[in-house]
């Protein structure tokens, strides 16, 4: 099931949606989109049923090598100064750090205080298809951070289990979710009335610095999912172009256990000669950076494994609409109860 409608380009799917999208791109004369009338995005994740087949890994390496490892320090550093500077130019400051945080979080502990990263990318190219992925294997350092961090995710963070209806059907989400950030409108972090932006924590935001630093992208929301199990998934989608604009890059962060990731091609059924699915394992610290038409021309998913542990996964992208901020709030904090991670396992609660 897909997650929201598309824009411009190639494939006939792909040309049909280019229609809504053009008259959403359109400014209005205060250059905030108008959502009346317009066709929204509809976002539904369920249950679909995947085929239980051996993946291969991307460990084995496609393309070659463009970059060197380095440290950096978490900590606030005088030379680079706060993240981000008060010019970002996709992430508006909130008034506070904290802004719209149902909860407390913890300041961020000394263990994290530096993370070393692998910052060796390996392209995964298909021009003629265009699929135009970046992979950093162990981007997220394990042996020295990335615990550490699963830990202090999971225990500081709000999370939710998203429950909603489309056309009269019951969804429930099959994986905990959680975000922050605004999009890069003009409105402020106040003006919203569908939903209420929250600050981008200050250790996500640390890793959007690094993340912007190496794909050479800026980013305004940070999305995140945990998989509790292997029967927490998320079926086959693209990431709007609705909200994020065309071609836009998307660099999605795995923790913890292993997991398959798939893209397939919007025609894998009718394009000859058959495309086939990408097959790949996420493996702890890994980076996957999905860019130009992937979103267009590919849908990707994590499907459920009879087997597998607790996962978070964090996207970095940015929002250049204000529906991505409904969007995103309404489909990943929604308006049930919260959990918070408590002696090793989610427990719904008030606090
Ligand atoms: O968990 C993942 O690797 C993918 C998550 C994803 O596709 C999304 O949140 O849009
Ligand atoms: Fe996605």
Redesign the pocket.
């Known amino acids: 099931m897909k997650r929201a409608a598309d824009s411009t380009f190639t494939s006939p799917k792909a040309s049909k949606r280019q229609a809504s999208l053009a008259g959403f791109f359109k400014p209005s004369p205060k250059s905030i989109p108008k959502l009346e009338g317009e066709v929204k995005p509809i976002v539904i994740d369920h249950d679909d049923e995947f085929e239980d087949i051996t993946s291969t890994h991307l460990d084995k390496g496609k393309g070659k090598e463009v970059d060197s490892s380095v440290d950096i320090k978490l900590s606030d550093d005088v030379s680079t100064g706060p993240y981000p500077p008060p010019d970002h130019p996709s992430y508006h400051l909130p008034p506070t750090p904290t802004y719209n945080h149902p909860i407390l979080i913890s300041s961020i502990p000394t263990t994290l205080q530096q993370i070393h990263f692998n910052t060796t990318a390996n392209p995964i190219l298909k021009p003629s298809l265009d699929l135009d992925l970046l992979y950093f294997k162990r981007f997220i350092d394990p042996s020295l951070s990335s615990r550490e961090l699963t830990k202090y995710l999971l225990e500081s963070l709000p999370w939710y289990r998203v429950k909603y209806m489309v056309r009269g059907i019951n969804i429930n989400t099959p994986r905990f979710t959680t975000v922050f950030g605004k999009d890069s409108t003009d409105i402020p972090w106040g003006g919203y009335m569908k939903c209420r932006p929250r600050a981008i924590p200050e250790i996500l935001l640390k890793l959007m610095q690094k993340v912007e630093e190496v794909t050479g992208s800026t980013f305004n929301f940070a999305l995140v999912n945990y998989y509790s199990s292997g029967n927490d998934s998320?079926s086959y989608?693209s990431?709007s172009e609705s909200f994020l604009g065309p071609n836009p890059t998307i660099a999605s962060l795995s923790l913890g256990c292993p997991r398959d990731f798939f893209l397939r091609h919007r025609e894998y059924k009718s394009h000859t000669p058959p495309v086939p699915v990408e097959k790949f394992v996420l493996h702890d610290g890994d980076m996957v950076v999905m860019r130009g038409k992937t979103q267009h021309e590919w849908e990707?998913s994590v499907p459920k494994r009879k087997d597998a542990g607790g996962r978070i996964n964090i996207?970095f992208r940015k929002g250049v609409v204000r529906y991505a901020s409904e969007n995103y709030y309404t489909y990943n904090v929604g308006k049930g109860g919260m959990y918070r991670w408590k002696d090793g396992r989610m427990v719904e609660t008030e606090e």
């Open positions: 998320i989608h990431d990707h996207t």
